[in-house]
């Protein structure tokens, strides 16, 4: 039944069509006119068809878990405490050993610690603290161990990491996760993947066979842009090939520049086939982004490190979003080693979530610490807590911790 007023009809349409005023068609002009405008940015040397003469790249896909990531609500007592950095390759070509980093909770949480002068809640220095212990040699661990090579290939200091880690412990989990996934980049490349048994082993005839597949964009924050600088610089001296793909991305998210995405990645069909990479031009990722430190590396202050690029993963979808990877790929490496990465990234694809690379999905597996050893791991720490304080102290904690 319609309301008082709306005699015939019950979803307001005349109403709407009365308030449709100039001011409208207008904005529906000039929305078309800018949407032809950034379309037409697209120039023919940033369309790069993929052949089939190009040879795969071997995939190696990063990740890191633990700190406040996901597992916290299924694991508050170990979750902040352990972070696992692991890597998998396509079928197990390659291995990489997984490197785990133990913090003290209680340490960071509520710091007291008298003989070094630290009182009660200095979080600050207590953060500073742990972090300096992994810059600190003799490395004790292998975390330690991937973050003193990471000094010693780039030049990175824990000057370099600046003081947002100190911050609170979120930040400094933040960071901290962030951190040891490049310092393990860096250590597979300078204690495994460059020596001569690993890659007689696995057939490599250089280092410039490996794709390393980093989950999320070629960035960093809450650091000093002296990290992003010489970490940039290193991966450019090795000629690293490297990719970051994100799961997000503004690019096609929002209406505007998902609708002009959606339009090159039809025309680049039509013109050389399904298989090819589209490299973002600098008009849209402005439209795109509010602020330029977002997507371009050459800005100072800016805390990006790699060009944007986009492909469509599987040619036939419900939706014309679905299976569209937007990646980063550092500035240095030319079309020639684009064509290899994007090769790659169609060969590992994968149907789950809607068109992804799958070794990325292995990797988080085997990084994740939401499993049987890090349940058991918990459940030790608690009973060893029970024994040392009592019931009721132990009682107290499971409360909190909702266990």
Known sequence: ??????????????????????????????LTERLEELSGSLEEKDL???????????????????????????????????????????????RFPTIEHVLSVPELLT????????????????????MEGLFKPPPETPASEAMQTLAEATGI?????????????QAFTEVLRSVLEWAYLVWSVEKVAKSPEFQNLHNLSSLQEILFVRDGRLAQTGVEKGFRKKLNEYFERNRLLLVGI???????????????????LEDGKAKVGERFVLRVPDKLLEAAYHYERQWNADLEGSFVMGQRY????????FRPSESVVVFDLPAY??????????????????????????????????????????????????DRYRKKLGEEAWKRLRTWLRL
Do not use: C
């Open 1 to 30: 039944m319609p309301y008082t007023g709306e005699g015939s009809n019950p979803f307001g349409i005349r109403s709407f069509l009365e308030r449709l005023d100039e001011k409208v068609l207008e904005h529906l002009h000039h």
């Open 48 to 94: 790069i068809p993929l052949s089939g003469e190009d040879v795969p790249l071997v995939p190696v896909a990063l990740t890191v878990d633990g700190g406040e990531g996901l597992a916290f609500e299924d694991l508050p007592l170990f979750a902040i405490g352990l972070v696992r950095v692991a890597a998998v390759s396509a079928g197990g070509q390659i």
């Open 111 to 130: 710091t007291s610690s008298a003989e070094e002068g630290v009182g009660e809640g200095d979080f600050k220095e207590a953060a500073r603290r742990a």
């Open 157 to 169: 200091s824990l000057d370099d990491l600046g003081t947002y880690y100190t911050k609170d412990i």
């Open 246 to 264: 994100s799961k997000r991305s503004r690019l096609v998210a929002e209406g505007l520049t998902a609708r002009v995405i959606a339009r090159w």
């Open 310 to 317: 986009v492909t469509k993963l599987l040619s036939e979808t």
């Open 333 to 382: 490496l030319g079309d020639a080693e684009v064509r290899r990465v994007g090769v790659t990234l169609h060969r590992y694809r994968s149907a789950l979530f809607s068109g992804s690379v799958g070794l990325l999905l292995d990797a988080h597996a085997r990084a994740s610490v939401r499993n049987s050893l890090s349940e058991s791991l918990q459940e030790e720490i608690l």
